[in-house]
Each structure stands twice: as structure tokens, then as C-alpha cells.
């Protein structure tokens, strides 16, 4: 697969790091290994593909299961939390150890399919910085919910919020919680944000926009849970969006200074 940058020529073959956070996902991992193995089969001849597993300090068994994992697939690899961090922290960590030229973002519950990841490389392949799954249904009616309402009401309050505080540069992104999502590789690596937890998503897709950074969504499908159960406290979550977004709207300077490294 070809990746042109914003200011370099087409070159052959590609680097893929999937980052995976994750806490107490034991029984998700079985999906999470057919997910990438659909996805390694769509890639083409001459891609690599690094899968890395943060455990965010799981109390089941999920890092037996992640080592079993990884010894048994070298695209696999494991980076441990000793304590719980939170998503955003994961996220950071798997990011930090990256070395792909695009770096995905996925959740272990495997909430989105996986085989789309090829999707979000062609809209990189045409020259954008940021690739971003969306559920909310679009022209071709390609996105899909398969969620309860109470998370689609949190994903259309949040991109109105979002679209808010950032006073037209949102462009037209409409999702911004979705954390399944492709970076290249520099741009992401070169971002600082402060969220540790569920917040980081949509701080780290934020940042981004007021930095200047080209954003496309592509359509996807939101999928229930295949095991476990969310960590995800919504009233929580929703009220931090809240705060996170007005910060954002009176401190933008101080978010574009956090993703300007990778966008020279």
C-alpha cells in the first residue's frame, strides 16, 4: 500500500502499528485476534503489521491471555500498566512504542470491525493526516449504529459540544468520541494531550483540528460488545466532555502548541 506524505513522493510498502489499550478484556482477546487476523489478511504483499497490547493494570486474566497471545504471533506485542491508568494513558503508552508509519488506534472490545482499517488507509492514501471512524450514517448509508441510545445520544451531544469550542475549525467531523481511528504515524507521536482517561479521544482528534490538520471521517459500523463489559461511566464521562470542551474553547493557542511537531 502506498502512503504519500504531505511533502514527500509515493513509496512502496507500509508500516501499520495498531495500538490496543485495554483493561480486564480476557474474554474479548480471542476476537481481538481474528479481528487482526482479517485484517493482516487484507493488506497487501510487502505491509507489516505491529499489534500492540497496552494492559491497563487488568485484574482478570487478561495479560496471561495477551502473553499467550503474543508468543504465539510475533506481529504481537505487549506493554503492561502496573496500576490502572485509564484509556487515554494506554493509548499514550502504545503510541509512544509505535513505529509505523500509520498508526491506528482500536478498542480491545473490538467495537468497530477491524477489516475497515483498510478503509481508513485509502482516505490517508489521498493526502490526509487524520482518518477517523464514524457510525453516524452517510451519504452511501455505509455507517451504522448497533447500540443502545444512550450512546448515540452521548456521541451527537459530545459533536455538538465539540463543534462548538472549536468555533468552525471542526470542519465536517462529527464524531468525536470514536477512538478508532488512523494517524501517520509522525503526526500522532509528535501530539501531547492531557486526558488520561475515556476524554482523550476526542481531546487528541480536538488538538488535531486546532492545529490544522486534515480530517476526513469514514463511514463505520458500532457493534455491541462480543464479551465483558464497558468500563465507561457515562455521567462522568459526559461531564468531563463538558469541562474538556470549555477549555478547549478558551484556551485554543494552548491546544495547538500540544500537535504542531508532526504537521511541519
Known amino acids: 500500500m502506498t502512503l504519500p506524505g504531505r511533502n514527500e513522493p509515493t513509496v512502496p510498502g507500509l508500516r501499520l502499528s495498531v495500538v490496543v489499550p485495554m483493561k480486564d478484556e480476557e474474554g474479548s482477546l480471542p476476537v481481538l485476534e481474528r479481528?487482526?487476523?482479517?485484517?493482516?489478511s487484507g493488506l497487501p504483499a510487502g505491509d507489516e503489521l505491529e499489534v500492540l497490547l497496552v494492559d491497563d493494570g487488568s485484574t482478570d486474566g487478561t495479560?496471561?491471555?495477551?502473553?499467550?497471545?503474543?508468543?504465539?504471533?510475533?506481529?504481537f506485542r505487549l506493554l503492561r500498566h502496573d496500576r490502572n491508568r485509564g484509556f487515554g494513558a494506554g493509548l499514550r503508552t502504545g503510541v509512544e512504542a509505535s513505529t509505523g508509519d500509520v498508526v491506528v488506534s482500536y478498542d480491545a472490545d473490538c467495537a468497530y470491525p477491524a477489516g475497515d482499517v483498510l478503509k481508513?488507509?485509502?482516505a490517508l492514501g489521498r493526502?490526509?493526516?487524520?482518518?477517523?471512524?464514524?457510525p453516524f450514517a452517510a451519504a452511501d448509508g455505509a455507517g451504522e449504529f448497533r447500540v443502545g441510545p444512550h450512546r448515540r445520544?452521548?456521541?451527537?451531544?459530545c459533536s455538538a459540544i465539540y463543534r462548538t469550542a472549536l468555533r468552525g475549525r471542526a470542519g465536517g467531523v462529527r464524531t468525536f468520541t470514536c477512538a478508532f481511528r488512523a494517524y501517520r504515524g509522525e503526526l500522532i507521536r509528535g501530539t501531547a494531550w492531557r486526558a488520561d482517561g475515556f476524554l482523550a479521544a476526542a481531546e487528541i482528534l480536538s488538538v488535531l483540528l486546532l492545529s490544522g490538520a486534515r480530517v476526513v471521517e469514514v463511514p463505520s459500523t458500532l457493534r455491541k460488545r462480543f464479551a465483558g463489559r464497558s468500563k465507561m461511566k457515562v455521567v462522568r464521562t459526559a461531564l468531563g466532555h463538558l469541562r474538556q470542551a470549555a477549555r478547549l474553547c478558551v484556551t485554543p493557542a494552548a491546544a495547538r502548541r500540544g500537535a504542531t511537531a508532526g504537521l511541519a
Open 120 to 122: 481508513l488507509l485509502a
Open 153 to 157: 445520544l452521548l456521541s451527537w451531544g
Open 63 to 75: 495479560a496471561a491471555a495477551a502473553e499467550s497471545l503474543c508468543a504465539r504471533s510475533p506481529a
Open 35 to 40: 479481528e487482526m487476523a482479517e485484517l493482516r
Open 127 to 134: 493526502g490526509v493526516d487524520v482518518a477517523s471512524a464514524t
